[in-house]
């Protein structure tokens, strides 16, 4: 028999709106044990079976521990000084980028919402003009994953804009639309009782082996780039 896919479970939801509602050091202090059992026990779990179904799905992605944000929030430079957050998250890189520079895969849970997707959150100019270029070059490429119908279920590409064409690029280009993004993401949002289910690793394997490949376009030229400066 095979082992049960992992999942999170109805006690995780419960501790993440227990943690919106007492978001404070002391609740939380009394109450790691349970974080430690149903919340981060469980994504470990998830990312450890990623890891094995990676290199047949995304072979550049890396699924590792590090992969695990952490529970605790940066408030310095914040005015909610809130110390946890109410969420748990794992991102997933490029084997050869940062987390910082790399499209990723990456999904979320909080006790209101669940959160599949990836992209390139906030890509720096020069990744920008970078992603532009590859785009116009692989156009045709670049139009067949994201206009595929298993993409545009996820929500097709979507993401901040520029008004108008950025220069350097014809205004009148059939990639025009793509080419105003500032940021380039995917993703759906679902039921969070959905991360309880037996078929919730199923679930999300299948939707990011339909990002991989979008995923993949993006890191193209930021690879490159990287292996030029070794």
Do not use: C
């Amino acid at each position: 028999m095979s082992p049960a896919a992992p999942r999170f479970t109805d006690r995780t939801l419960r501790f993440l709106r227990a943690l919106t509602r007492n978001n404070n050091r002391d609740w939380f202090g009394a109450h790691k044990d349970e974080y430690e059992t149903h919340v981060r026990a469980p994504m470990l779990a998830i990312i450890e079976q990623l890891a094995v179904d990676f290199p047949r799905v995304a072979p550049d992605m890396v699924a590792a521990p590090r992969s695990l944000y952490r529970i605790y929030r940066d408030t310095r430079f914040s005015p909610d000084k809130t110390p946890y957050k109410t969420h748990v998250a794992a991102a997933f890189s490029h084997r050869l980028l940062s987390k910082n520079e790399s499209a990723g895969l990456y999904f979320h849970l909080a006790h209101d919402q669940l959160w599949i997707g990836g992209g390139l959150y906030a890509p720096q100019t020069p990744q920008r003009q970078r992603i532009r270029e590859h785009i116009v070059r692989n156009f045709r490429s670049f139009r067949s994953l994201v206009e595929s119908p298993a993409f545009r279920r996820l929500g097709g590409v979507r993401g901040t804009m520029l008004q108008r064409v950025p220069r350097g690029f014809p205004h009148d280009h059939e990639a025009a639309e793509y080419l105003k993004l500032k940021q380039y993401l995917v993703g759906e949002e679902l039921d969070p009782k959905r991360a309880t289910s037996p078929r919730f690793y199923g679930a999300l394997l299948r939707r990011f082996t339909v990002l991989a490949p979008f995923i993949q376009f993006l890191n193209t030229p930021l690879v490159a780039a990287a292996r030029f400066k070794l």
